[in-house]
């Protein structure tokens, strides 16, 4: 006797009709017709089922903090990073928690059931670093929150900058970050990338740098942590986010750099909202981008997965925690229209984050923890067009979240009713 089944789903992967049997808080069967009896049945009605969502790259600390202690009035990074400068001495660990907290509802709402979050550690309180590894334990029944020391002022530039990001990891902070770009120097930037990653191997520890988040195509760190990823045998275990000066570099570097990041088997992660909305403010016109360029990593089989990055917060006064939105953005600046490559931005916010991250429990397959979602659509290109509304969300087979089905009332002369906005049916 199974403890649930979900019929009639479909699945990102093109099947339909399939029935999802779960038992104990697993995936007990994933097949067609399922012939089992459960306590409860649930008909998905043809809709998508998906594995939940991941934010690959986020900052809880400062979520939530917008209009603190004032507005980013001109919405650049350099404006943003000197408001947290002037936030930090007035944070307390109750808000921190309180403001975190109200975020994980939200994500929680909308099928975000794992975020990996960068918290600053160059206040040598570690306010936000205790705030946050609290958080990690309220929601740890609902939401999987891995967490990276990161060094906002630069790991060398900002004094005792590294002997707090020892403590920060001391105290089971999960990851090791950087900033190479923000350091005082390229050699520096260059050091600081060596000098984390062997902290990185000494301690079994995966890397995710803020790295190369500049317009110049000159910066070039990436190039370095690809080299230490392979000298210290890493690979599998590193990521680069952002990495937004690719998108100025010329092509021939370009057509170096990616296969050795292949060959590190170091992954990428983009952050369409944010890079789209702070890069590139010193063009006029033509005006580039911002984003990394996305169809050609994916093209040499590096992983590249979609972050969230920020929502109300210092440098981004919008946001909703809808990795649907950031998808959606995404695919637009990257020109990934075609079936296959909206495709791929919709796992860049679901199976690919998940495999960066480490998340072995997560996924579409019998054995896996039941963490589902489903969405008011048939497909993943449709849930990326709609922004599909969760209709439900399972956390180890527990519905933790329902939403009702967007529809609209009309009464138009003739035509009165109700509408949904899918396709439809051919």
Known sequence: MLDLILRNCALPDGRHNIDIGIAGGRIAALEPALKAEAAQTVDAGGQLVSPPFVDAHFHMDSTLSFGLPRVNQSGTLLEGIALWGELKPLL????????????CDWAAAKGLLAIRSHVDVCDPRLLAVEALLHVRERVKPYLDLQLVAFPQDGVLRAPGALDNLKRALDMGVDVVGGIPHFERTMQDGAESVRILCELAAERGLRVDMHCDESDDPLSRHIETLAYHTQRLGLQGRVTGSHLTSMHSMDNYY??????????????????????ITLQGRHDTYPKRRGMTRVPELLAAGVPVAFGHDCVMDPWYSLGSGDMLEVAHMGLHVAQMTGQDAMRACFEAVTATPAQILGLDETGLAVGKRADLVLLQARDPVEALRLRATRLMVMRGGNVIATTPPATATLNLPGRPGQVSFQTPAR
Do not use: D, F, H, W
Not at 92 to 103: D, G, I, K, P
Not at 254 to 270: T, Y
């Open 92 to 103: 307390t660990q109750e808000a921190l928690v309180e403001r975190a907290l109200a975020y």
């Open 254 to 275: 370009v057509s170096k750099l990616i296969p050795l990041m292949r060959e590190a088997g170091v992954a990428a992660i983009a952050n369409p909202l944010i890079n």
